[in-house]
């Protein structure tokens, strides 16, 4: 095995040799209040002629001041443009006792319903009516609120960077507590948050799912999951007994297997339907307790992680970017459940706004669902299943609950004002796996201790480790091994264009990395 190091090291001492420019205070608070690209790279290069060191520049982040709020707990709506192009609403909610010189813990609030065709009518009225943002509102947190319908979901690329962007806005404009930033998500918001724990859990310090499924990003979305990964994100889950989606007993399935493999979940189960009534009031307060009893450890000693590489092969300060083809080390298991669905899908959206009789297809799901098969079509008005009528939603989900796998069944509809009767039948049952694994993964075993970090790996072609002061005394040597070999040792330079950089990708004050060393394993 050969190792090549990309970045170049050698010895500088703390914080460097300032140039002694008075000015270059000013300039680094222009560049982190940029907000056009072209601004940021030009105010960047002025910045890096002035040469502050990596220590000065860290201390000003960490001391920065932010501005006060006319109206602190009055919910704010934004709007934010997604990669799509599409513009869809936000709203932030302060706490009343919010104060700009003190930091403040800050709650991602993740809503259900994703696969609706428009986003909520009025999302203040959501807002108001939540229990998780009254929560926040209650402890003195930031309630922050995206709204991902009308063609993105918390799973797709769309409604990923759209949470990623929010969080990075609020932490510009208020004074966030990085170490104490959570999600909490019901239903869709749910399996969103066991998503994130599984692939992007570097902003989290914990993280809460109500009544969702851990499968969904997988199966639905074609996104690699790894129940593993959630050793190092605390969760709290919840089930209910009777949910029509996620009942307890499929669910805990999947959460015993999560637990088999090293996943940190508190996991309770209540009496009740999909629905946060009546058991949410009397759990609230614990909900509340456990996620102020974890607060973020930025810089865990042990990271276990396993990734396919790209997009989400970063955890915490550790990143795996390329995987290779091979033999799997004897401790990198594969942790996956096979269910059998019990849930009758038709696949497709309602147009939940629709107040005429029957009920209105708004899209048709992705997939070999029955709609798709019998020939229903967008705009098709659902007014009868197997002959008897069907007025609204619930009178369809009643006929669906007369239905089994394996029966043949048909539905009346209302097409360009004639009726037409659809034949269909409802797959007979097969198991199916928790977690779809079409590409292979590496994973790792990483520790630092005393400016060591030892590395146990398998099918990892590349990685990186990220290195903060706090992890590291820059003035000594770091020792990196694989295995039983000693691949690397030497000093870091620091760099501060990849640490102002890092920075203003990530808006973390307390992960204020102040260089990287990349690795390539042959």
Known sequence: MRLFIWSVVVLMVVGGVSSGASNWRGTLDELISADDAALQESVLEELLELRPTWAEVAARVDSLRFPDIETPGVPELRMATCIDGVERPWVIVTPDGYESDKRTPMLVVLHGGVSRADILSDPFEYVAENESVA?????????????????????????????????????????????????????????????????????????????????????????????SNMAGTPLCATT???????????????????????????????EGEHSFEPWGDEELPRIARFLERHPRDPFPAKISWEA????????????????????????????????????ITFGFVPDWEYEG????????????????????????????????PVTSLDDLNDFKETLAR??????????????????????????????????????????YSANRVDIRQSLVGSFRILVHPDMFNVNEPVTVTVGERVFFEGFVEPDLEFMLRNFLENRDRSLVYIAELEFALD
């Not at 995206?146 to 918390?154: K, S, Y």
């Not at 007994?241 to 189960?269: K, N």
């Not at 899209?363 to 798709?372: I, K, M, N, R």
Request: charged share 25%; aromatic share 12%.
């Open 308 to 343: 396919a590489g790209g997009e989400f092969g970063l955890c915490r300060w550790f990143a795996i970017d390329e995987t290779v083809i091979g033999d799997r080390a004897p401790w990198h298991r594969d942790h996956n459940v096979a269910l059998v669905p019990d849930r």
């Open 357 to 388: 009789t029957g009920v209105l297809v708004s899209a048709l799901s992705d997939g070999d669902y029955p709609a798709t098969e019998m020939g229903m079509s967008e705009g098709d008005i659902i007014i009868a299943g197997n002959g008897d």
């Open 135 to 227: 929560m926040a509102r209650e402890h003195g947190w930031i309630a922050a609120v995206p709204f991902a319908q009308a063609g993105a979901t918390w799973f797709d690329d769309v409604g990923l960077a759209n949470i990623r962007a929010l969080v990075r806005t609020v932490k510009r404009e208020y004074n966030v507590d990085d170490d104490k930033v959570w999600m909490i998500g019901f239903s869709d918001g749910a399996s969103a948050g066991f998503f994130f724990a599984m692939n992007d859990p570097t902003d989290y310090a914990a993280i809460v799912a109500l009544n969702g499924h851990m499968g969904v990003a997988s199966l639905d979305f074609d996104r690699a999951t790894y129940a």
């Open 240 to 270: 209910t007994f009777h949910d029509g989606l996620y009942p307890s007993e499929r669910m805990r399935v999947t959460l015993d297997m999560a637990a088999r493999a090293g996943a940190d979940i508190l996991y309770r189960e209540f």
């Open 406 to 447: 394996g029966d043949a069944f048909s539905l009346t509809v209302m097409r360009d004002e004639k009726e037409l009767v659809l034949e269909g039948g409802i797959p007979e049952k097969e198991h199916y796996y928790v977690f779809k694994r079409d590409v292979p993964s590496g994973a790792v075993r990483a520790r």
